[in-house]
């Protein structure tokens, strides 16, 4: 086992020892000497250990006296298998959910362990209080005033988004805000990328608006087709688009500017759905950032940077927009409850979402990196992409096996991995789509083991 491996499986039993009420608030923690001399491990690995502890808020150090353990509530502990099977069955309706998995790399997962449930149990006491009374009342349409606040700022400060908060609208979800924005630019005829986020798809299909699919290189959506077409509005995820993972380049994007500023009718639908969280290099800008003529339609969600269950997403209209949706009869009510929008309201106001965004990056960097690190060996079989932003990546397999052997390999080694196809119907090559954002630290090595063996063929000496 490498050191590395060593202290986040001592960090793992050491916070799980916290939550379940082993040490009390206000213990002394062992000194890093005695429980090294004791496991018989470096003091490094110790130091490594209670640095994550300490920074997630499990212990913390008194000057000359060592570290103790911080005002923690004891937790149940759930454990991953039930919840992994629980999620499965929710994502995929059909035959496969009686099988049951040791290790999955499911999409749309986070990393429930490290929510700061405490703080936010806090603003859901708030939202209740008697001073609340309002909440309790018809909500704006847009959703709530405090919310949509918080969200201008956010956007400002962290995608370089410039917006009033008369421009936002809350919804339950990405494919509530397609719909609404379809009925905003009544219908219009859409490019869409080729593969695609699958509400897109499915809103379009349902209200048989005509759309055209445009293939998708390493770059982002192929520019050259949308000369070639009629088509007016264009739904793409630049960020890190779903489901190959690629990044659309600086170049592009202004070539996609471009392209809507030069007819009044033109749009562009920005779906910036994990941007949140980008690894390596700089930040690319939203596309909304560079757009100088109000064109870009942007919208996002919290269902990364928060948890899927809150259900609130959001759209930034342009202007001119906004002007039509006022106009606009028999608009839908807002689904989210005015309660949950508070809530996020004042988790954001307070900092910690922001504090939160910056320790899942770290978290979500740490275990992408460890994935990478372990399958680099087999790069001569295994080539991975879109892996520079987000909560999942794909894997090309280049050493001769095919799709069923793959699958049945993964079945005999417990492992649930989808098979790109799933996305993209027209593909040949044998390419997954692993998310790993909701896997532990302590099965990382598990899992990456069993997708190893699953998918390389290993040599013996």
């Not at 997954?432 to 909701?438: A, N, V, Y």
């Amino acid at each position: 086992m490498t050191k590395e491996h060593l202290y986040i499986n001592l960090y793992e039993n050491l916070k799980k020892q916290i939550i379940e009420g082993q040490y009390k608030s206000g213990d002394k923690f062992p000194s890093k000497r005695a429980l090294g001399q004791h496991l018989s491990v470096s003091n490094t690995t110790i130091e490594h250990a209670y640095q994550i502890l300490s920074d997630e808020g499990y212990i913390f150090a008194k000057p000359r006296s060592g570290y103790f353990v911080s005002d923690v509530e004891t937790l149940p502990i759930i454990t991953r298998e039930i919840h992994a099977s629980n999620t499965h069955h929710e994502q995929n309706n059909d035959n496969q959910t009686q099988q049951t998995y040791e290790f999955a790399f499911n999409l749309s997962e986070i990393d429930a362990e490290y929510f700061p449930m405490q703080q936010f149990r806090k603003y859901a006491r708030d939202a209740f209080e008697d001073s609340q009374l309002n909440l309790l009342q018809h909500a704006n349409p847009k959703g709530e005033w405090t919310l949509r606040q918080e969200i201008a700022h956010y956007l400002f400060n962290s995608r370089g988004v410039a917006c009033h908060p008369e421009q936002i609208i809350i919804g339950s979800s990405t494919e509530q805000l397609i719909n609404l924005v379809t009925d905003i630019l009544n219908k219009g005829r859409f490019l869409i990328e080729n593969p695609s986020y699958p509400p897109i798809k499915q809103v379009l299909d349902k209200k048989q608006i005509t759309y055209l699919q445009v293939p998708v290189n390493n770059t982002g959506i192929e520019l050259e087709y949308f000369n070639e077409s009629n088509n007016n509005i264009a739904y793409v995820t630049p960020s890190h688009q779903f489901p190959t993972g690629y990044v659309m380049n600086l170049k592009k994007r202004t070539q996609l500017i471009h392209w809507a500023q030069q007819f009044e009718n033109r749009y562009i639908i920005e779906d910036d759905y994990d941007s949140e969280f980008r690894y390596f290099g700089k930040p690319i800008p939203a596309l909304q950032s560079l757009d100088t003529k109000d064109k870009v339609i942007y919208i996002s969600t919290f269902s990364k940077s928060l948890f899927p269950s809150c259900r609130v997403a959001y759209l930034v209209l342009p202007n001119k927009l906004l002007k039509l949706y006022n106009t606009l009869e028999n608009k839908e009510g807002n689904t989210v409850p005015s309660h949950i929008q508070k809530m996020v309201a004042n988790f954001m106001q307070s900092g910690s979402f922001e504090r939160h965004l910056n320790k899942m990056r770290n978290v979500y960097r740490d275990k992408l990196k460890f994935i990478l690190d372990a399958l680099k060996p087999y790069e001569e079989q295994l080539e991975i992409d879109g892996a520079l932003a987000g909560m999942h990546f794909t894997l090309t397999v280049k050493n001769g096996l095919a799709m069923t052997q793959c699958l049945k390999n993964a079945e005999e080694n417990k492992l649930k991995i989808i098979p790109f196809s799933k996305f993209d119907k027209s593909q040949q090559s044998v390419k997954f789509i692993l998310g790993f954002g909701g896997i532990p630290f302590s099965q990382l090595e598990g899992h990456t083991n069993a997708l190893i063996r699953s998918l390389t063929i290993l040599k013996h000496d």
